[in-house]
């Protein structure tokens, strides 16, 4: 029976208990005490084994069982190895012993070449060190985090929905993260990056052989060449887009690996197929049926929709608030009083789009009732704010034309409304959708009420319908007609 | 000197000097308690991590004197519960009851720790060979299976070796721990 119970602590500890052990051990755990000493026991063998074959044998940034990295890299002791877990923000302050020991490790590594927002990096020496934008208390320890400052590797943290931060390493790659983001980064003669939760973008230039850029999240290891992708990391799944090259990336769980090339997405969870999806290309307005670019510029040829960062798999539309990109469109609907219009829609922010801004639709009818017309806006339906963490949220609302806009050709412009920010946010919106239910004023006769004389009156008149001018396939609501 | 690193005062020094002295000294205990609560050591390493760093944030609140191993471990099982939320659906993640259970027994006083020293001495009575199977299987970033698959034998019996290796050193830390006691 011993023998059996050891065996189950061992399968739990090696991760690779099935649920049937798994629940008799825990039966076990719960009625005796001995098994509980004896589990207890073969835990702290285990944590200690670890850290002992930790120091003998360790690579630049630990990584739990299950990683990627299968080739450890020559001894250090412990102490070095805490100085390099604190730059993971592991023990901030064993860095500062280490400091001296270990000087060569703190040369700098990348150089900031922009920021905004809260960010609070921590790195060796265990600086604690804020950004312009933060809004946490300073500490007695803190400063702040410039463009052109130049980093010895380390972690930062964006602490607010507008945070971003770019990085450009000595050989010219560079990396951003965006928003809630959380990165740990160092480079001793090869690039690793850990991404524990957040969205991170990067554009590395060729690795030197053998010593590809190496990027960790909680459930996937990425092995990077040279190439252009964008990873979303959570604590359960990880996105790779891949725009340029080819990225490796494997599960950590299972090990199983898949490459993924340019143009192509893969969605990494415990249980996902880890299956490709090709991303079409980027469109642009003259590209898109019945929306157009009605910003100042008037350029038709800039990007309208992109299938990354999908909320169905398909195109969305990219959203900007630079002055430049107004997607509008010339709805055909004759507008009567008493119409009573209704948008909906799915967005999720994107980019440098701030904890205020939102997504403003407007209905507007034009002196000339043609799009190249003066507008005039009868109505703005605003988002609410973003929830930030990079899912779609719905966007609805409702408002009834009056006798001003009757008889006049509706019009619907997607629009932006600036909370904040340095820089124009990008959000995106999907499946847009704009219906009409026809409810006329009393006392105000329309033709069809009229009786011809001697006519018996009919039935009374059915209760109004909604009719979708703007939804699915309809006047490309969803964005994806070509 | 650069534009974001700043003169610390001398206060600022000795207090780094004292949290780091704390943390290097506890941290193995603390490990070694999220080891049997947490299934894998990205786990483990997630958590401390984070434990490590609230403590930093909040060392202000630390009371000198008192038990800092204590305080740190308080810290880490909080934030153990926490991560428990995320990954409670994984086969591998105690029911609450037993999570409980596990918690209470390993952060008692009373519980025996398995410390470093007491492990090297057991080691070194292993054969050079078994010695570093075992420590390669332990280090960080190496998947078992990986080594199961590369050893020549079948998966079971290679799990049934490092098993059997397990339990030779615990009797022998276990032994050592007794005999020091008495």
Redesign the interface.
């Given at each position: 029976m011993m023998a059996d119970l050891?065996?189950r602590i061992?399968?739990?500890?090696?991760?690779?208990?099935?649920?049937a052990e798994?629940e008799t051990l825990?039966q076990e755990?719960?009625d005796s005490?001995e098994a509980?000493?004896m589990?207890?026991?073969?835990?702290?063998?285990?944590?200690?084994?670890?850290?002992?074959?930790?120091t003998?044998?360790?690579?630049a940034i630990?990584?739990?069982?299950?990683?990627?990295?299968?080739t450890?890299k020559p001894a250090m002791t412990r102490?070095a190895k805490?100085a390099l877990?604190l730059a993971?923000?592991?023990?901030?302050?064993?860095a500062?012993?280490l400091y001296v020991q270990y000087g060569s490790a703190n040369r700098d590594i990348a150089r900031i070449t922009g920021l905004n927002g809260g960010l609070i990096?921590?790195g060796n020496?265990?600086?604690i060190?804020q950004g312009p934008g933060s809004r946490q208390q300073p500490t007695?320890?803190?400063?702040?985090?410039?463009e052109?400052?130049?980093?010895p590797g380390g972690t930062i943290e964006g602490t607010a929905l507008d945070s971003w931060f770019e990085l450009e390493f000595l050989d010219g790659s560079t990396a951003m993260i965006f928003g809630d983001s959380m990165l740990t980064f160092s480079d001793q003669g090869q690039k690793e990056v850990r991404l524990?939760q957040g969205r991170f973008s990067a554009d590395v230039v060729p690795q030197p052989s053998g010593e590809p850029m190496l990027v960790h999240t909680?459930v996937a290891d990425l092995t990077v060449v040279g190439t252009q992708f964008d990873v979303e990391a959570g604590?359960?799944s990880t996105m790779l887009f891949v725009r340029e090259g080819k990225v490796q990336i494997r599960r950590?769980s299972d090990?199983k690996t898949v490459d993924v090339t340019a143009d192509h997405r893969v969605v990494v969870t415990?249980d996902s197929d880890m299956l490709l999806w090709l991303v079409g290309p980027d469109r642009a307005w003259v590209q898109t049926p019945f929306w157009e670019n009605r910003s100042t510029s008037g350029n038709q040829d800039s990007t309208a929709t992109q299938e990354t960062r999908d909320s169905d798999g398909t195109r969305n539309l990219l959203l900007s608030e630079e002055p430049t990109t107004l997607p509008a469109q010339d709805t055909g609907h004759i507008i009567r009083s008493g119409d009573v219009f209704d948008v909906g829609y799915v967005w999720r922010s994107d980019k440098w789009w701030a904890a205020q801004d939102q997504v403003a639709i407007k209905l507007f009818t034009t002196d000339n009732d043609l799009m190249s017309g003066t507008p005039t806006d009868f109505a703005t339906l605003l988002s609410g704010t973003p929830t930030g963490d990079g899912a779609y949220q719905a966007g609805s609302g409702r408002t009834t034309a009056t006798e001003t806009e009757a008889g006049k050709k509706l019009f619907v412009a997607i629009d932006t409304q600036d909370g904040g920010g340095d820089l124009h946010g990008v959000a995106r919106i999907d499946n847009f959708q704009l219906q009409v239910t026809p409810i006329h004023k009393s006392g105000l006769r329309r033709l069809d009420d009229f009786q011809l004389e001697g006519t018996p009156f009919s039935a009374p008149p059915p209760a109004p319908t909604a009719v979708i001018i703007i939804g699915g396939d309809v006047r490309n609501g969803n964005f994806n007609r070509l | 000197m650069?534009?974001?690193?700043?003169k610390?005062t001398l206060n600022?020094?000795e207090r780094?000097?004292v949290?780091?002295r704390l943390?290097?000294e506890h941290?193995?205990r603390v490990?070694?308690f999220l080891?049997?609560l947490l299934?894998?050591?990205?786990?483990?390493?997630?958590v401390?991590?984070e434990a490590?760093?609230i403590a930093?944030r909040k060392f202000d609140d630390f009371e000198q004197g008192t038990s800092f191993g204590g305080w740190l471990l308080t810290i880490a099982r909080f934030e153990a519960l926490k991560y428990r939320r995320?990954?409670a659906r994984?086969?591998?993640v105690?029911?609450a009851?037993?999570w409980d259970?596990?918690a209470d027994?390993?952060a008692g006083e009373e519980?025996?720790?398995?410390?470093?020293q007491?492990?090297?001495v057991c080691?070194e009575k292993l054969e050079r060979t078994k010695r570093n199977l075992?420590?390669?299987v332990?280090?960080?970033?190496?998947?078992?299976?990986?080594v199961a698959q590369q050893s020549g034998k079948s998966e079971e019996a290679f799990?049934k070796v490092?098993?059997r290796l397990?339990?030779i050193?615990?009797d022998c830390?276990?032994t050592s721990i007794a005999v020091e006691n008495s």
């Open positions: 050891e065996k061992a399968a739990w500890l090696d991760g690779r208990i099935s649920e798994s825990q755990l719960r005490a509980r000493a589990f207890n026991s073969f835990a702290q063998l285990d944590a200690v084994l670890h850290e002992v074959a930790d003998e044998q360790v690579g630990s990584k739990a069982g299950g990683s990627s990295i299968s450890p102490l805490a877990a993971a923000g592991i023990a901030i302050a064993v500062a012993i990096w921590i020496g265990g600086q060190v007695r320890w803190s400063n702040v985090l410039n052109d400052a130049e980093l524990k909680p604590p359960e950590v090990g415990a | 650069k534009q974001f690193s700043k610390k600022d020094d780094y000097e949290f780091v943390l290097v941290e193995p490990r070694s080891r049997g299934p894998t050591w990205y786990d483990v390493e997630e401390a991590q490590s760093l930093w995320r990954v994984s086969p591998l105690f029911a009851d037993v259970l596990l027994e390993a519980n025996l720790q398995i410390r470093r007491h492990l090297e080691l075992l420590l390669k332990h280090t960080p970033g190496v998947v078992i299976r990986e799990y490092i098993q397990r339990v050193l615990r830390v276990l």
